[in-house]
């Protein structure tokens, strides 16, 4: 998948930039895959299907440039507001990973000073 190819936090400013210079459906099409089956999805899915209603009623000419302009900005804040949300999830979940990986490392430290002890304390050591 595209995201292994560098960092979360560049993926994501790579669809802002794509956003900012009104790539609406790159942005969102990079965005799906990426969110996979979470609970963001359907977010994502709701911004896409308003940008594919926007963009029809615009060809049709049955919308106004003013009401197009806002539903587009519209889509554009909640698409962004999305990407936001992803931003905050990832970097609790690399808190997390480093408060375990930090917890993992103690356990570790602990089992081998045990040991050390042991080893140092098996002359006192009661085998019968």
Same mark, same amino acid.
């Given at each position: 998948?595209?995201?292994?190819?560098?960092?979360?936090?560049?993926?994501?400013?790579?669809?802002?930039?794509?956003?900012?210079?009104?790539?609406?459906?790159?942005?969102?099409?990079?965005?799906?895959?990426? $969110?996979?089956?979470?609970?963001?999805?359907? @977010?994502?899915?709701? %911004?896409?299907?308003?940008? *594919? +209603?926007?963009?029809? #009623? =615009?060809?049709?000419?049955?919308?106004?440039?003013?009401?197009?302009?806002?539903?587009?900005?519209?889509?554009?804040?909640?698409?962004?507001?999305?990407?936001?949300? $992803?931003?905050?999830?990832?970097?609790?979940? @690399?808190?997390?990973? %480093?408060?375990?990986?930090? *917890? +993992?490392?103690?356990? #570790? =430290?602990?089992?081998?000073?045990?040991?050390?002890?042991?080893?140092?304390?098996?002359?006192?050591?009661?085998?019968?």
């Amino acid at each position: 998948m595209y995201l292994h190819l560098m960092p979360i936090s560049n993926f994501l400013s790579e669809i802002r930039d794509d956003i900012s210079n009104d790539r609406i459906a790159v942005a969102l099409q990079k965005l799906k895959p990426f $969110i996979g089956d979470s609970p963001l999805l359907n @977010e994502a899915l709701q %911004q896409s299907g308003r940008f *594919a +209603a926007i963009q029809q #009623q =615009i060809r049709l000419g049955v919308v106004s440039h003013k009401e197009s302009t806002l539903a587009m900005n519209q889509i554009r804040a909640g698409i962004l507001e999305l990407i936001s949300e $992803i931003s905050a999830l990832e970097e609790s979940h @690399e808190d997390i990973k %480093q408060e375990t990986t930090q *917890a +993992a490392a103690r356990v #570790q =430290i602990n089992q081998q000073a045990e040991k050390i002890y042991n080893i140092q304390h098996i002359d006192k050591a009661d085998f019968s």
